[in-house]
C-alpha cells in the first residue's frame, strides 16, 4: 500500500493501520493483507475492520457555503445539472440517513457491551 489517500485515511482517520518505519500493519499488530483478484487490499482492510468490530467512520460530507455556491454558479447559457430545491432536498435526505445510520450504529455499539 503506497503512500495514497485510503493509506492516510486508514491511518489517521480510521486508525486501523499503523505505521512503524516504512512499514505498515493492521491496529492488532498483524500483517496487512495483499490484494487479489477478489478482493483489493482496501476492500480486505474495511472486511477486517468490520468482522474484528473497529470502528466504522460515519458518512460525512465535505464542502463549505463557497463551494456549495460555486456549484451553481454557472454562467447564463448554461443550465445547472439540478435545481437548488432538489440539491438542498437531497442534502437533507443524506443528513437523515446520516442520523439513521449513528442510531443504529450507537445501538449495535451499546449491544456489544
Known amino acids: 500500500m503506497n503512500e495514497c489517500p485510503v493509506q492516510r485515511d486508514f491511518i489517521e482517520n480510521r486508525k486501523w493501520v499503523i505505521k ?16 487479489d483478484a477478489q478482493e483489493t487490499r482496501q476492500v480486505k482492510i474495511e472486511r477486517i475492520a468490520k468482522q474484528r468490530g473497529w470502528p466504522m467512520p460515519k458518512a460525512t460530507l465535505f464542502s463549505s457555503a463557497e463551494d456549495n455556491e460555486a ?28 442520523d439513521r445510520f449513528d442510531q443504529m450504529n450507537k445501538a449495535l455499539q451499546s449491544s456489544k457491551n
Open 20 to 35: 512503524e518505519g516504512n512499514a505498515i500493519k493492521l491496529r492488532d499488530g498483524t500483517p496487512v493483507p495483499y490484494g
Open 71 to 98: 456549484a451553481y454558479d454557472l454562467g447564463a447559457e448554461e443550465e445547472a445539472p439540478i435545481s437548488r430545491n432538489q440539491y438542498t432536498t437531497l442534502m437533507a435526505s443524506i443528513k437523515e440517513q446520516n
